[in-house]
Antibody
Framework: QELLQESGPGLVKPSQTLSLTCTVS??????????WTWIRQAAGERLEWIGR???????NYNPSLRSRVSISVDTAKNQFSLNVNSVTAADTALYYC??????????????????WGKGTMVTVSS | EIVLTQSPGTLSLSPGEGATLSCRAS???????LAWYHHKPGQAPRLLIY???SRATGIPDRFSGGGSGTDFTLTISSLEPEDFGVYFC???????????FGGGTKVEMK
């Protein structure tokens, strides 16, 4: 069983909303030690950080996507979700969800993504 | 946005050989915010190194990370067959810039 599993439509029409869900199988989205992240990779391009949400619902988004993106947590289902509005062909990509972890060691805070899903392909086309 | 530039783009090596991969940042990155990953097609990326030099749980000691400021390296002392694939670096960034990834180094079998 995968620790993180992305799900959602593989095909979205231009101008519509792309909606994906990440199901967390180990660990709680409520944990204060984790934050929950979406990443994507278009063909031939580098990974692009989309944004993140913490257990309190606080969000940070990529400035280039901020006007069209929202990320939220559903504590009852132990899931977190991504919505991208007004999609175009440029939003066609492999979308990943990942768990971020922070920890305090001595006087220093460490932040990193420790677990990823395998990714789900989303194509924007009419 | 902090841009991470990885080099080389591709390394062609044989099992048993060593490799040194570079990740250069456009601005200073805190060492505790820099991580390295290994990715194979169809699989989830796997965390290798966090905090620039700390090996993640279960990662063999042939992997080591170093560097500070704007220059970071990942070293593989002796390649095993399962080590081929793409390696990328990641920096955690606070608002408003956010986080970012390097373009990746592909390590392929010669």
């Amino acid at each position: 069983q995968e620790l993180l599993q992305e799900s959602g439509p593989g095909l979205v029409k231009p101008s519509q909303t792309l909606s994906l869900t990440c199901t967390v199988s180990w660990g709680s989205v409520n944990s204060p030690f984790f934050y929950w992240t979406w990443i994507r990779q278009a063909a031939g391009e580098r990974l692009e950080w989309i944004g993140r949400v913490d257990s309190s619902g606080n969000t940070n988004y990529n400035p280039s996507l901020r006007s069209r993106v929202s990320i939220s947590v559903d504590t009852a289902k132990n899931q977190f979700s991504l919505n991208v509005n007004s999609v175009t062909a440029a939003d066609t990509a492999l979308y990943y969800c990942a768990r971020g972890r922070w920890e305090l060691q001595g006087h220093f805070y460490y932040y990193y993504l420790d677990v990823w899903g395998k990714g789900t392909m989303v194509t924007v086309s009419s | 946005e902090i841009v991470l530039t990885q080099s080389p783009g591709t390394l062609s090596l044989s099992p048993g050989e060593g490799a040194t991969l570079s990740c250069r940042a456009s601005q200073i990155v805190s060492s505790t915010y820099l991580a390295w990953y290994h990715h194979k097609p169809g699989q989830a990326p796997r965390l290798l190194i966090y905090g620039a030099s700390s090996r993640a749980t279960g990662i063999p000691d042939r992997f080591s990370g170093g560097g500070s400021g704007t220059d970071f390296t990942l070293t593989i002392s002796s390649l095993e067959p399962e080590d081929f694939g793409v390696y990328f670096c990641y920096q955690f960034g606070r608002s408003p810039q956010g986080s970012s990834f390097g373009g990746g180094t592909k390590v392929e079998m010669k």
